[in-house]
């Protein structure tokens, strides 16, 4: 078994900063891409920022400058270092991890239970 267990998440003023955090444990070979996600109510899935094993980056425009991923890969653990927050950035943030089971075997993505962000005065 697999499993993504998300961390840090709250309630935070607007222009606040706050760092969410998720740990992938169980039966893992190897790790190749990680990333957040977000949903806010009514509005479909998006993709805030991912990063690949060697620690290339990419960001949604919304989050550029703002947010910031980084990982450590001994941990199998993926952070989102988010600042200069706004309400717009309300949601559930989901992580999520590419990863091998077993050598040679099959990469599947996995994904974490979610964690609410609230940005609010």
């Known amino acids: 078994q697999v499993q993504l267990a998300e961390s840090g998440g709250g309630l935070v003023q607007p222009g606040g900063s706050l760092r969410v955090s998720c740990a992938a444990s169980g039966s893992i070979f190897s790790i190749n891409a990680m990333g957040w996600y977000r949903q806010a109510p009514g509005k479909e899935r998006e993709l805030v920022a991912g990063?690949?094993?060697?620690?290339?980056?990419n960001y949604a425009d919304s989050v550029k400058g703002r947010f910031t991923i980084s990982r450590d890969n001994a941990k199998n653990t993926v952070y989102l270092q988010m600042t200069s927050l706004k309400p717009e950035d309300t949601a559930v943030y989901y992580c999520?991890?590419?990863?091998?089971?077993?050598?040679?075997?099959?990469?599947?993505?996995?994904w974490g239970q979610g964690t609410q962000v609230t940005v609010s005065s």
């Open positions: 990063i690949t094993s060697s620690g290339n980056t």
């Open positions: 999520n991890a590419v990863l091998q089971r077993r050598i040679g075997g099959p990469w599947y993505k996995y």
